[in-house]
């Protein structure tokens, strides 16, 4: 799959909330990148959709590069429920990039809901398939509709409460300009713009950045504001795995802000 800043969020982010997905961020000006790309399109298509390859031509998607942070190419970066879990950069042997994969497919077993390893088709519920295909056409209004009727009806239904916060964070986060973190830098007791720069900063990468901007701010208000925050804080960390090391930090800084 080719990705872009267009269908980044659904393809990469969102997609990984199913299986793993294997970020390749390569150049048609390295003979290495091709390589790379040709062993691990070999391997994704041997296994067969338990994990997904997303390829980024970084001459043609800097902004994608640029979340990555990418400084060399190739560099491959692997996500599952919207975190990156391990990377390289460089070429890597066949046998070893066969082992790294299946590390990541070891390391995410029932964790996310993606297709079994029977072999056989997912049995797909309708309006769950109607959902998925509403994400995959980018109708991001539609999709969280779709998503939260579902979970109106079963409200432990792991994939529909992890897509509605996924997509209803992605909405509200696109909707932002990347001068909302310089813009809340020069306000910052401004709780709205606290919260906008946070969001930005989130789909940069920068976790712990948006976490620590928060709790800083908890510490220099009181009474509605300082609630308003401290909820918003939680929901940001309801979109990461609990045993995220910036998740963790986030909550023992939260709370030591707190009392």
Not at 32 to 46: E, F, H, I, K, N
Not at 237 to 249: G, Q, S, T, Y
């Amino acid at each position: 799959m080719e990705v872009n800043e267009t269908n980044f969020e659904e393809e990469v982010l969102l997609r990984s909330n199913q299986v793993p997905v294997v970020v390749l961020l390569w150049s048609p000006r390295s003979d290495v990148c091709l390589q790379l790309a040709d062993t691990l399109s070999g391997l994704a298509a041997a296994d067969n959709g338990k994990w997904s390859l997303a390829s980024v031509n970084v001459d043609v998607a800097p902004r994608v590069a640029q979340i990555f942070g990418v400084e060399v190419v190739p560099t491959v970066v692997a996500l599952a429920a919207g975190q990156p879990l391990s990377s390289f950069q460089g070429m890597q042997p066949a046998e070893q990039l066969r082992r790294w994969v299946d590390s990541l497919l070891s390391a995410t077993a029932g964790k996310l809901s993606g297709a079994s390893d029977s072999g056989e088709p997912e049995e797909v519920d309708p309006e769950l398939a109607r959902a998925r295909q509403q994400l995959e056409d980018n109708d991001l209004g539609a999709a969280l509709d779709s998503y939260q009727a579902i979970l109106d009806t079963n409200p432990n239904h792991e994939e529909a409460k992890g897509a509605v916060r996924q997509i209803a964070f992605l909405m509200r986060a696109t909707a932002h300009g990347p001068e909302a973190v310089a813009a809340a830098d020069a306000a910052p007791d401004d709780v709205d713009a606290a919260f906008a720069a946070a969001d930005v900063q989130l789909l940069s990468q920068d976790v712990s950045g948006a976490f620590d901007r928060l709790v800083a701010l908890v510490k220099r208000t009181s009474g509605d504001d300082r609630t308003s925050v401290r909820t918003r804080l939680i929901e940001l960390f309801e979109l990461f795995d609990p045993a995220d090391p910036d998740v963790i930090a986030g909550r023992r800084n939260l709370a030591n802000a707190l009392y």
